[in-house]
């Protein structure tokens, strides 16, 4: 399921879920999508661990209930020479094109906006300013009263961590030490900042000296 789908089905299940606990005189708490989505990648992983390992066992030392889950999950593997098979998930980055992985710093919240990082290796600046653009516009110019979609909470949550404002009012974007930066950038927009490589945000350094 995409991101998009995911927020869908997860609206679906709250009404009902709400529905059926106002019918009893219930409160309801309402389930996250995101909460969802790292909750099933928790799960992802220790099933395949099971399944590798042929290890059902429970605590109390029955394989009823970890053979019964690991085998309703279809498990499909990546098959030769279809590298780009919609079914093949090429292990280290997700669909956005994130990294899932960092041995040295958190990878990006997931999912981000498409283009900004692709194959778990790259960063393209020119997107990611283009995106900082069309969500400050969203949020602060043209506000719809509409709750954002996951892309725009993951991205605004990865900017606001990594970013710094100096006194001069310059909107530095610290950079991710791992990935490789898009050689079109251009240098004016690079720069260094406490031993780390920075991006430049004009946009924002622009629009919030006015706001």
């Not at 799960?43 to 085998?71: P, Q, Y």
Request: include cysteine.
């Amino acid at each position: 399921m995409t991101p998009k789908q995911w927020a869908v089905a997860t609206d679906t299940y709250n009404n009902r879920l709400e529905e059926k606990n106002r019918a009893n005189g219930l409160e309801t708490v309402k389930k996250n999508p995101q909460a969802l989505l790292q909750k099933l990648g928790e799960i992802e992983v220790l099933v395949m661990n099971r399944v590798a390992k042929s290890d059902f066992k429970s605590r109390s030392g029955s394989e009823t209930f970890w053979r019964r889950h690991c085998h309703a999950i279809e498990l499909i593997k990546a098959e030769p020479g279809r590298k780009n098979s919609g079914y093949n998930h090429r292990r280290g980055f997700c669909a956005d094109g994130a990294k899932q992985v960092s041995k040295n710093e958190p990878p990006p919240p997931w999912p981000q906006p498409p283009g900004i990082f692709s194959e778990g290796k790259h960063f393209h600046p020119r997107a990611f300013l283009e995106t900082v653009k069309q969500i400050y516009e969203q949020v602060f110019l043209r506000p719809s009263g509409e709750s954002p979609a996951l892309e725009q909470e993951a991205f605004a949550t990865m900017l606001l961590d990594r970013s710094t404002t100096l006194e001069s009012g310059t909107v530095l974007f610290k950079l991710y030490e791992e990935l490789e930066i898009d050689e079109t950038t251009p240098d004016a927009l690079l720069t260094m900042h406490n031993g780390a490589k920075h991006l430049r945000i004009e946009y924002l350094q622009e629009h919030w000296a006015t706001s």
